[in-house]
């Protein structure tokens, strides 16, 4: 959306606007955890993160994006 009065309006939900900056925020910690920094492997292992939230329709799609 170029101006906020066009920003979706889906109180609860993530947006499409909301997925695309997960990705890219996603991309992104992935280059600096997993390929510079070499923390985590490069196969996803539920033992190494750690998600707590209040269960929320769009926190829970949050961390599925």
Do not use: M
């Not at 996603?26 to 996803?44: F, I, N, Q």
């Amino acid at each position: 959306a170029v101006e906020p009065s066009e920003e979706p309006k889906n109180f609860g939900h993530i947006t499409p606007l909301g997925q695309r900056q997960h990705y890219l925020v996603g991309s992104e910690l992935r280059r600096r955890y997993v390929e510079d920094a070499k923390l985590l492997s490069a196969d996803y292992q539920v033992s190494q993160s750690f998600l707590q939230t209040p269960f929320v329709a769009r926190n829970i799609q949050s961390l599925q994006a």
